[in-house]
């Protein structure tokens, strides 16, 4: 497992962060807090602090899902190419990034 995650780059293990962890802190712990910054910048993965056009433009990018027009936010891929994802838990449309993705 370890030799798998060296190959992962900052984004997908910000994308691990907070796929496993995230939901399992406590909500207003310091430990929530800690991790949703490490989250953060892992997935920019330029480091230093956002810039109020850094801000503007990932709202820009937010994409819509088609299905049910919830908001969809990017998730990094990690067995699998990067994808939106609706954030409504009873939709979970999946739009990958690159276009449908063929599978063999």
């Known amino acids: 497992m370890g030799d798998r995650l060296i190959r992962l780059s900052d984004r997908q293990i910000g994308q691990l962060l907070f796929d496993f962890c995230w939901a399992e802190l406590y909500v207003g712990g310091p430990e929530l807090i800690i991790v949703t910054e490490a989250i953060d910048r892992l997935r920019r993965s330029t480091g230093g602090a956002v810039t109020n056009e850094e801000a503007q433009d990932n709202l820009k990018q937010q994409s819509v899902c088609p299905k049910c027009g919830n ?11 990067d994808f939106w994802l609706c954030d409504r838990m009873a939709c979970r449309h999946k739009r990958y990034v690159g276009g449908p993705v063929r599978i063999r």
């Open 71 to 81: 908001r969809m936010f990017l998730h990094y891929g990690i067995d699998e190419p």
